[in-house]
């Protein structure tokens, strides 16, 4: 399934989007089950680069995995790639975790 995909960014260089569709196409490829996905990057304050804020949200047939990514506040200048990588990584774990728990889930209920 092709999962239609939507990105916003905020205080933060146009080749940002490239890396993100990049890890959107990697995400869709390892779970081609993801019917939409929607990520918003953001620089929270104008002038304070290196700070980025990621959300991720996918949409999955039983439900919705969602990622906020905070900023590190010890980490003043953060390379953008590895924010973004650092996000989708997470979205990846917790997408696998869900499907083990709902796999876990559904075998209990059909020994019930």
Same mark, same amino acid.
């Given at each position: 399934?092709?999962?239609s995909?939507s !990105?916003?960014?905020?205080?933060?260089?146009?080749? =940002?989007?490239a890396?993100?569709?990049?890890?959107i196409d990697r995400?869709?490829k390892?779970?081609n *089950?993801?019917? @939409?996905?929607?990520?918003?990057a953001?620089?929270?304050?104008?002038f304070?680069t290196?700070m980025?804020? !990621?959300?991720?949200?996918?949409? !999955?047939? @039983?439900? /919705?995995?969602?990622? @906020?990514? =905070?900023?590190?506040? @010890?980490?003043?200048?953060?390379d953008?790639q590895? =924010?973004? *990588?650092?996000a #989708?990584?997470?979205?990846r774990?917790? !997408?696998? /975790?869900?499907?083990?728990? /709902?796999?876990? #889930? /559904?075998?209990?209920?059909q020994?019930?």
């Amino acid at each position: 399934m092709q999962a239609s995909h939507s !990105i916003t960014l905020r205080n933060i260089p146009a080749n =940002a989007e490239a890396l993100i569709r990049t890890q959107i196409d990697r995400l869709n490829k390892d779970h081609n *089950w993801i019917s @939409d996905c929607q990520v918003i990057a953001e620089v929270p304050a104008p002038f304070t680069t290196g700070m980025y804020q !990621i959300r991720i949200d996918c949409k !999955i047939p @039983d439900g /919705s995995v969602v990622i @906020d990514r =905070a900023p590190l506040m @010890d980490c003043y200048q953060e390379d953008l790639q590895v =924010a973004i *990588w650092s996000a #989708f990584e997470q979205a990846r774990q917790k !997408i696998k /975790s869900h499907v083990i728990h /709902s796999a876990n #889930f /559904s075998r209990k209920l059909q020994h019930a």
